[in-house]
């Protein structure tokens, strides 16, 4: 068992020494034996845990999705708190780390790595349907959260290389986009539900609303309530009204 444990600290401790590396220089420009020397590992350890350079590559940019959705898992609270929760995340992660968060969205045109992406991100459009609807995505909820996903990242990416825009308006324009998204899928398929926690959590939040979404945004969730028939019903009365018996 303590081999095990010493085995499993030391792929962790590799991933995160090239995660940095990876982040700072091309994949050619990495030296495995200049890393392994850093570290004070033999070079072979490297070759021993991911079978060489190019295994050792493709752990790393699969570790930086996996640490992303684990953020995800782990984010608790109401609905907006929640989504604004995720975000921060992200963005920590891009500000902390932008060869990193680079790493995730980059070499799209080496098949591994795109593989490794287009898993990732499904799995990240998986979990976010799941907390909106409580299910699987069917084909048009799957589509607007990929698409909006893409968009996340451009918007990120340009954040980072430029002074145009601050982190306050990255978030809002994030926050834009997720709801936009999620309006748009249920306009085209009127059969996605929102989760009744989600809208009860909104609207039983007047403060919280205010808080997190940006007064142009707040009636597109009213939106929302009036395009899901079973949401709207919480807030219609049951039995019609009963009119006044005339004399």
């Not at 190019?54 to 992303?68: M, N, S």
């Not at 929640?82 to 921060?88: A, E, K, P």
């Not at 205010?210 to 049951?238: C, D, G, H, Q, W």
Request: proline share 5%; net charge negative.
């Amino acid at each position: 068992m303590a081999g095990n444990r010493r085995g499993e600290a030391a792929r962790a401790a590799l991933l995160d020494a090239g995660k940095d590396a990876f982040s700072h220089q091309r994949y050619e420009e990495v030296s495995i034996v200049d890393l392994a020397r850093t570290l004070g590992v033999a070079a072979g350890s490297i070759s021993y845990h991911f079978g060489g350079k190019r295994g050792f590559y493709l752990a790393v940019i699969e570790q930086t999705f996996d640490e992303f959705r684990a953020d995800i898992l782990a984010t608790r609270g109401p609905a907006l708190e929640w989504l604004n929760r995720v975000i921060d995340s992200l963005l920590d992660r891009a500000e902390q780390h932008p060869g990193g968060y680079e790493l995730m969205v980059a070499d799209v045109a080496d098949t591994q790595v795109r593989e490794i992406r287009d898993r990732s991100f499904d799995q990240i459009t998986e979990q976010l349907a799941l907390e909106l609807t409580g299910a699987e995505p069917g084909p048009v909820l799957r589509a607007a959260i990929t698409g909006c996903i893409a968009s996340i990242e451009g918007l990120v990416l340009h954040w980072l290389h430029t002074d145009a825009l601050t982190r306050d308006q990255v978030r809002e324009l994030i926050v834009s986009n997720y709801i936009g998204a999620v309006i748009s899928a249920i306009r085209v398929d009127p059969t996605i539900r929102i989760r009744e926690e989600i809208m009860d959590s909104i609207l039983a939040d007047p403060q919280a609303l205010a808080e997190f979404v940006p007064p142009e945004l707040r009636y597109k969730l009213m939106e929302i309530v009036m395009a899901n028939p079973t949401i709207l019903s919480m807030f219609l009365p049951v039995d019609p009204p009963v009119s006044a018996e005339t004399n």
